[in-house]
């Protein structure tokens, strides 16, 4: 059936999983090249980013399984080169390419990882020279990591063996390239450490490519050289190759050989030493002797008699005996001057004087105030009489007691003083000196005012 035909009407699932056959079928393992944006890294582990250039941008992704195999990591702006195949994501209805392999354009892939790591360490400090520590002088038992067959350790053997025959070596095997050989030599580390008995460690291999030399640029390598409480050194490659295991160790070795030189000194370095310090310590103590019987001499010649020595002292001390007491007599007769003189104060400022005056003073102001006090209080009660016998002839009461009496409203309870207030019928209260009544109006004749 031709499925293109205008009777055909295909679902968006199923044009899509056509096209994506056909994408897949002919756009397999190509080579892209392009400029890293919207990088991603989620917490599934894969990878996404878009590669774009001048003139379009195309969607990829990366799987957790290829990110694992990648050394270094991707960032934005990086000019990237990558493999892979064009497949269509169906819930967007997007192509994109699933990436494989991928490495920065222009520069090699493990050098860019170099790069990266050695950046990363450099800033958690496991390069810092505070935390490198001294090579032992002289060793008793040094500790080898490397491949037994190659041709590091030969080289050691007989760099130490000529040097000083008698030091003991002691060899931990391990792969030195190829995949799981950094964790070999990490384990090795950690082992040489929990040995007691083993003053120094060296770290190495032989030369060659950057590729042969990747397990030394590990970081779990790296780490595992931070972690060594025993001093390190790396010998590595040739003189020119670097590798982070390098910047990491106490000391690093141009070659294993050169290693082996810096361990310790030759026999015959050493005996010539030993003679040097030797000779020199034989001209320092002659010359120590020599100081000592000059300044012997010289404290023999000005040496006196020990008993016109004490005779001095004896004289000095009576006479320091008599100043201390001329000095205790004069000190006792100014104090008690002062002792004497603050006793007259005393006395004359007796506080007992002061305190009758006081008495005095407080008794008199007692008795003057109990005086003026009962003046006042006749005064007082004097003008109190006259002011109620004037009140008791203004009184109304005494009004009323004459005959006459005060009619207020009864409804309001307002004093009547104006007939015109009245009306027939009211009632009004009339208060008389002796109790009240009540009463109707009658009739009333207003007044004229």
């Known amino acids: 059936m031709d499925i293109f035909s205008e009777k055909t009407i295909l679902t968006v699932s199923r ?76 819930q967007r209805g997007e192509y994109q390419l699933i990436s494989e392999y991928v490495e920065p354009a222009g520069v090699g892939a493990l050098q860019t990882a170099f790069v990266q790591l050695k950046e990363k360490l450099a800033q958690e400090g496991l390069f810092a020279e505070a935390h490198k520590t001294c090579l032992p002088r ?14 590091a350790i030969h080289d050691i053997l007989n760099v130490l063996k000529r040097r000083f025959a008698s030091l ?21 580390i950690d082992e040489m450490n929990r040995m007691d008995e083993v003053d120094l460690v060296i770290v190495g291999r032989g030369g060659g490519s950057l590729e042969d030399l990747w397990a030394f640029n590990e970081e779990v390598v790296a780490q595992a050289v931070y ?16 590798t982070i295991c390098d ?59 020990p008993r016109t020595m004490l005779g001095h002292l004896v004289q000095r001390m009576d006479d320091l005996s008599v100043r ?11 104090r008690r001057a002062c002792f004497e003189r603050l006793q007259d104060a005393l006395q004359h400022n007796d506080p007992t004087v002061n305190i009758n005056a ?32 004037r ?29 015109s207030s009245l009306t027939i019928g009211e009632q009004l209260l009339l208060r008389l000196h002796q109790g009240q009544a009540s009463c109707r109006v009658e009739s009333f004749e207003a007044g004229k005012a």
């Open 227 to 242: 972690r060594s409480k025993i001093p390190l050194i790396s010998a590595v490659g040739h003189e020119t190759d670097w």
């Open 324 to 334: 201390l007491e001329t000095g205790l007599n004069v000190a006792v007769s100014r």
């Open 15 to 90: 044009l899509t999983a056509l096209l994506r056959g056909v994408l897949e079928e002919n756009f397999d393992q190509l080579w892209v090249q392009g400029e890293v944006s919207n990088l991603s890294y989620p917490s599934s582990g894969h990878c996404y980013f878009t590669l774009k250039d001048a003139g379009a941008q195309l969607r990829c992704v990366m799987f957790k399984s290829a990110v694992k195999n990648h050394k270094f990591r991707l960032t934005d702006g990086m000019a990237l080169i990558t493999r892979g195949r064009i497949s269509v994501y169906d």
């Open 138 to 151: 002289f060793p008793r038992k040094i500790g080898v990591i490397t491949s037994p067959t190659g041709a």
């Open 391 to 419: 009140l008791e002839v203004l009184s109304p009461l005494k009004t009323l007691a004459r005959g006459y009496a005060i009619a207020t409203h009864d409804s309001t309870g307002a004093v009547v003083t104006d007939a």
């Open 358 to 389: 006081l008495q005095q003073r407080v008794e008199y102001l007692s008795m003057r105030a109990q005086s003026l006090l009962e003046k006042r209080m006749k005064v007082l009660r004097n003008g109190f009489g006259d002011n109620a016998a």
């Open 247 to 305: 910047f990491v160790a106490d000391l690093r070795a141009p070659t294993p050989s050169a290693a082996a030189e810096l361990v310790i000194a030759s026999r015959d370095e050493l005996g010539s030493q030993v003679e040097s310090l030797s000779h020199r310590l034989k001209r320092a103590v002659k010359n120590l002797l020599v100081t000592h019987d000059g300044r012997l001499e010289g404290l023999r010649r000005s040496l006196h008699d």
């Open 168 to 188: 003991e070596v002691l060899l931990y095997p391990v792969r030195v390239q190829g995949e799981g050989a950094a964790l070999e030599i990490a384990r090795a």
